[in-house]
T-cell receptor
Framework: GDSVTQMEGPVTLSEEAFLTINCTYT??????LFWYVQYPGEGLQLLLK?????DKGSNKGFEATYRKETTSFHLEKGSVQVSDSAVYFC????????????FGQGTELSVKP | EPEVTQTPSHQVTQMGQEVILRCVPI?????FYWYRQILGQKVEFLVS????????KSEIFDDQFSVERPDGSNFTLKIRSTKLEDSAMYFC???????????FGPGTRLTVL
């Protein structure tokens, strides 16, 4: 079945460092891809999305490009801040999945001043 | 900005008791979902609901679980006889439908003693 695999955490970076969190997926259809963020003690917030191959989603300095050839949707940010400390979830949905989201295991990011 | 709300934020119950978790989805959304996240694990799909009936349910969603939309605004998840392993964060989500983005509530932390 469809699945999402993320790089293991926790990831610890210094402020202003470059961030990459890897995400790869397996899907039989044509999924839409999402990154959700969960700040400490809070729920899930949509960070960005891409609905077709080669689309780039972006928000708050974060970017991810939908790569069909490598089945990847890696999250990047050029310069992280302490306030970016959170758990990041890659997810997919498709018509094959009836709209339900399938999540990766989450990657915890900790940014130190 | 419209948002999904959930009550209570934290529910403590004894094993074998019934609990009802409540959600108010975004008002013009048509699709409703429940997910759960056991501490430290990935977010898992439980059930989707559309047009006053269950669209899909996971294998986790056994006979102890039920969902209801008792009026035009609330969407509830009932666990009939809670088990220790039901302890988790439960998230409600809603969307306009299809593979559109889902908006999540802040979650209810359920603790079963």
């Amino acid at each position: 079945g469809d699945s999402v695999t993320q790089m293991e955490g926790p990831v610890t970076l210094s402020e202003e460092a470059f961030l990459t969190i890897n995400c790869t997926y397996t899907a039989t259809g044509y999924p839409s891809l999402f990154w959700y963020v969960q700040y400490p003690g809070e729920g899930l917030q949509l960070l960005l999305k891409a609905t077709k191959a080669d689309d780039k989603g972006s928000n708050k300095g974060f970017e991810a490009t939908y790569r069909k050839e490598t089945t990847s949707f890696h999250l990047e940010k050029g310069s992280v801040q302490v306030s970016d400390s959170a758990v990041y979830f890659c997810a997919l949905t498709s018509y094959n999945q009836g709209g339900k989201l399938i999540f990766g295991q989450g990657t915890e990011l900790s940014v130190k001043p | 900005e419209p948002e999904v709300t959930q009550t209570p934020s934290h529910q403590v119950t004894q094993m074998g008791q019934e609990v009802i978790l409540r959600c108010v989805p975004i008002s013009n959304h048509l699709y409703f979902y429940w997910y759960r996240q056991i501490l430290g694990q990935k977010v898992e799909f439980l059930v989707s609901f559309y047009n006053n009936e269950i669209s899909e349910k996971s294998e986790i969603f056994d006979d102890q679980f039920s969902v209801e939309r008792p009026d035009g605004s609330n969407f509830t998840l009932k666990i009939r006889s809670t088990k220790l392993e039901d302890s988790a964060m439960y998230f409600c989500a809603s969307s306009e439908g299809g593979i559109n983005e889902q908006f999540f509530g802040p979650g209810t932390r359920l603790t079963v003693l």
